[in-house]
C-alpha cells in the first residue's frame, strides 16, 4: 500500500497510526495511549504547546494529509471540517497516516 493511500486509510482497529514529519522526513507511531505530542516530544521535536487540554490554540500544527481526529475545544466546526490543522496535544488521526509540516 502507498504512503497515499495511508493518508485516506482509516486507523486500525488498534487505534495506532502513523506520523510523518514532511520537513524532517521521519515517520512515527502514534499508539492509542499515547498524544501527537507526547510522541513528538519523545522523538526530539519541540513544539510550542501550554493548555494541552485543546483549549488554548499554541500547539497549532499545520497538516498536508491525512484527516485529524479533533479533540479540541479551540478549532470551530468550520475550521475543524477543513483539515489543514491540528492540535497535537489532545487531537488523534482518523486515518492511517497523518502529515505533518513539521
Not at 479533533?70 to 477543513?82: I, R
Amino acid at each position: 500500500m502507498s504512503q497515499t493511500d495511508l493518508t485516506q486509510t482509516p486507523v486500525p482497529s488498534d487505534g495506532c497510526f502513523e506520523l510523518h514529519l514532511q520537513k524532517s522526513a521521519k515517520t512515527l507511531q502514534v499508539q492509542p495511549s499515547q498524544s501527537i505530542l507526547k510522541v513528538l516530544q519523545d522523538a526530539g521535536h519541540e513544539v510550542p504547546f501550554s493548555c494541552s487540554e485543546g483549549v488554548c490554540g499554541t500547539c497549532l500544527t499545520p497538516v498536508l494529509a491525512g484527516q485529524p481526529d479533533h479533540w479540541d475545544m479551540y478549532l470551530t466546526p468550520e475550521e475543524q471540517a477543513k483539515g489543514d490543522v491540528i492540535m497535537v496535544c489532545c487531537s488523534r488521526s482518523q486515518t492511517a497516516r497523518l502529515v505533518l509540516d513539521l
